[in-house]
């Protein structure tokens, strides 16, 4: 208990005395926010969260057995994807 | 039967990719080199007990720290990106990349966060020996953080210890020792860290360089000075060495991007380098790339033919060759997949027999034309022209540093203190040249043979890739200009040396 009052001391201090700091936690909370809230939220949501672990690989593997070359058919902008068999 | 996907998916997420990593890693280099260098410093102070030093660390763990709370946490938007734009990548790579990445996250969270703490705070809390333990800790820490990411980079350039899992689509670990000690990533490690010291020796020499210019805080200037041209020319010649390692590994592992480096499409046994347009040095590339005086190395057309002799004496296979092995093994993983929902157990013996034995040219399978396994040589040529041309820029630069300080005739030659603060820039496109050849010099492998970068990425709207690549944009530009404008109020306040 004695220690963690101690930690706990150090770091209230710590965060008393900052000047520059001040700015830099401003900084690094609203960064993490944007991160965490915004960009996890709202726009990167893992594209396969809806699907059981089955469904998953049923998933990835029908996409390793459909070949797509990354050659850009001029006419449409669209690369063809030639199946194998 | 024909289907397609839409290319611009592919070039946004790629770009997206990019943009990211490349913005992440304007500051990690920053960390790594700093954080060296203010170890270096407080260490001084620790023997001489001479408060100038401790005042002079203090200055220099005050821009640590604004570079490290500008740059904290922008790589974790590259793990995002696995799992919504690389979903497919994600998913086979998983159970390789979940180790490093959490022991990278472990190290990096409880390291960095409980030293760095101490760093900032403890200078009355704690023993001088603790506070210099600290600061070591904390720069060990996130050069720690840098091995474990450049060992899942260098997996997807040399997939090793690992086994491909056909029920669970996943490549499987199967030896930890294999994954965190190959080859390539303990070269990419070696090279990416010494990188990052240079980095932070230039940004040293260059703000202490501007203070002698204008004359202020000389005594302070010259010392940090002297620390910085030091230790930057010991990361120079690390870099070269790291550098020369990493170039014979990458001919041996990845000879496409080698001869893409070089612009070389037909190789020989005395392969020349080719310094710019028409200059060339006769030799070097084959006793840059093997370490002998006469060796094969191989330049892009060779690779797409094949025929020539491989190091274990066995014949290269050409791309043609590579891409009907990598259908074969396709063919086998879809008579697995056949077998095992039918519950013949014996035919998916087989298949998978069949599979593994082809399963290193599985990617080729997704290759249409042999135009597509060479990445683009311009870029290459000059990405790797520039990183080398600055790096030797640099050793010039803290040469000449170096003799002046000793024959303390600094000030007699003010061209050359500007020269070091235009370098700060310059050793920041040094390192993202770097970059450029690593990453680019794959493709369009996502992992080397095994996955390109079309069949890694998830079918998502191009749309929404578009628009997060702005937000990201938007949101690394105003972070840039963040860190830029509170480092310089930092610098022009200067040093509190009283």
């Known amino acids: 208990m004695y220690w963690l009052t101690k930690v706990f001391r150090f770091y209230c201090d710590g965060f008393r005395s900052m000047t520059i700091g001040r700015t830099l936690w401003i900084i690094i909370i609203v960064k993490l926010v944007i991160i965490f809230v915004l960009l996890r939220i709202f726009f990167f949501r893992p594209a396969m969260s809806h699907l059981s672990p089955q469904e998953k690989q049923n998933h990835v593997a029908d996409e390793l057995l459909q070949p797509k070359s990354g050659l850009l058919n001029e006419s449409s902008g669209q690369i063809h994807v030639v199946p194998i068999h | 039967m024909l289907s397609s996907v839409d290319v611009s998916l592919i070039d946004w997420s790629r770009a997206q990719f990019a943009l990211t990593a490349m913005y992440h890693w ?3 280099p920053l960390t790594l080199g700093l954080g060296a260098i203010i170890g270096i410093m407080e260490t001084v102070y620790y023997v001489k007990r001479d408060d100038f030093w401790r005042r002079l660390t203090q200055f220099w763990m005050k821009l640590f720290a604004i570079n490290f709370a500008v740059g904290v946490a922008t790589g974790l938007i590259l793990e995002f990106e696995f799992g919504t734009n690389w979903s497919n990548y994600s998913w086979i790579v998983g159970d390789i990349f979940g180790a490093p990445l959490a022991i990278e996250g472990i190290v990096a969270f409880f ?32 050069t720690f953080s840098a091995w474990w990411i450049l ?48 980095t932070g020796a230039v940004f040293v020499v260059g703000v202490s360089s501007w203070y002698l210019l204008r004359g202020r805080q000389q005594q302070f200037a010259r010392a940090s000075l002297g620390v910085g041209t030091a230790f930057g020319l010991f990361a120079c010649f690390f870099a070269m060495f790291s550098g020369d390692m990493s170039g014979v590994t990458v001919a041996e592992k990845q000879p496409m991007k080698l001869a893409s480096f070089e612009g070389l499409y037909d190789g020989s046994e005395h392969a020349p380098f080719t310094v710019a347009g028409p200059i060339q040095i006769p030799n070097m590339l084959t006793f840059l790339a093997t370490h002998k005086m006469t060796a094969f190395v191989p330049g892009i057309n060779d690779i797409l033919n094949g025929g020539y002799e491989l190091e274990d004496g066995t014949k290269a296979l050409s791309a043609e060759q590579k891409m009907a092995y990598g259908r074969e093994a396709m063919a086998s993983f879809t008579a697995f997949r056949e077998a095992d929902k039918a519950g013949d157990m014996a035919a998916a013996a087989v298949a998978k027999k069949d599979l593994m034995e082809k399963m290193p040219y599985f990617g080729y399978g997704h290759i249409q034309s042999r135009e597509e396994l ?9 990405s790797f022209r520039i990183m080398v041309g600055l790096g030797g820029l640099f050793v010039l ?8 300080i000793i024959k303390d005739r600094l000030m007699k030659f003010p061209l050359l203190l500007k020269g070091a603060v235009a370098c700060i820039p310059l050793v920041y496109i040094c390192s993202q040249a770097g970059w450029i050849c690593a990453e680019v010099g794959r493709q369009p492998w996502a992992i080397q043979d095994l996955l390109p970068v079309s069949a890694a990425v998830s079918g998502i709207q191009t749309a929404s890739v578009q628009i997060t690549f702005f937000l990201f944009l938007l949101l690394f530009t105003v972070l840039l ?13 200067g040093p509190d040396m009283q």
Do not use: C, D
Request: charged content about 10%; aromatic content about 16%; glycine content about 4%.
């Open chain 2, 374 to 382: 060479v990445p683009p040589v311009p870029l290459l040529f000059w």
């Open chain 2, 481 to 493: 200009v963040v860190e830029i404008r509170i480092m310089l109020q930092a610098i022009r306040k």
């Open chain 2, 151 to 198: 060992v899942a980079n260098s997996w997807m350039q040399y997939p090793v210890g690992m086994e491909f899992n056909p029920e669970t689509v996943r490549h499987e670990m199967v030896s930890f020792v294999s994954i965190a000690l190959s080859p390539m990533a303990i070269v990419k490690f070696l090279h990416t860290v010494s990188s990052g010291w240079m």
């Open chain 2, 111 to 142: 390291m960095e966060a409980t030293f760095i703490a101490v760093m900032f705070f403890g200078w009355k809390k704690v023993s001088p020996g603790f506070h210099l333990a600290s600061t070591w800790l904390t720069a060990l820490g996130a």
């Open chain 2, 26 to 28: 304007l500051f990690v």
């Open chain 2, 397 to 404: 630069l803290f040469v000449a540093l170096l003799f002046l």
